[in-house]
Nanobody, 125 residues
């Protein structure tokens, strides 16, 4: 099992930055692959970034590529989502999720197994 807990959401003006954190604990040996998923108002969830803990290869949705960066701390207990040049359309509930090696790097919501509760990000124009 995995436990995930997000923090760092808030309100920011367009063009600003936020860094989200996801505290990761549990069976990271079998579920080392982390994704950030968001749900915009009235829309379905979409994966925006994914990688393997400690890995160098990252995956991004086209909508955030070049603006968002996924990373982890040295202890691999916290995953970050650095969000720059935020736009009003980035307003969403952001959740981190964990999955197995089989789906490492996947941005598909259905491939994620464990979920955090989410943190709200609001970008005003």
């Amino acid at each position: 099992q995995m436990q995930l807990a997000e923090s760092g959401g808030g309100s920011v003006q367009a063009g600003g930055s936020l860094r989200l954190s996801c505290a990761v604990s549990g069976d990271t040996a079998n579920y080392p692959c982390i994704a950030w998923v968001r749900q915009r108002p009235g829309e379905e969830r979409e994966g925006v970034a994914a990688f393997k803990l400690g890995g160098l290869t990252t995956f991004y949705a086209d909508s955030v590529k070049g603006r968002f960066t996924i990373s982890n701390d040295n202890a691999k207990t916290t995953v970050y989502l650095q969000m720059n040049l935020l736009k009003p359309e980035d307003t969403a509930m952001y959740s981190c999720a964990a999955t197995s090696w089989r789906f490492c790097g996947s941005l598909r919501v259905r491939d994620q197994i464990y979920w955090g509760q989410g943190t709200q990000v609001t970008v005003s124009s």
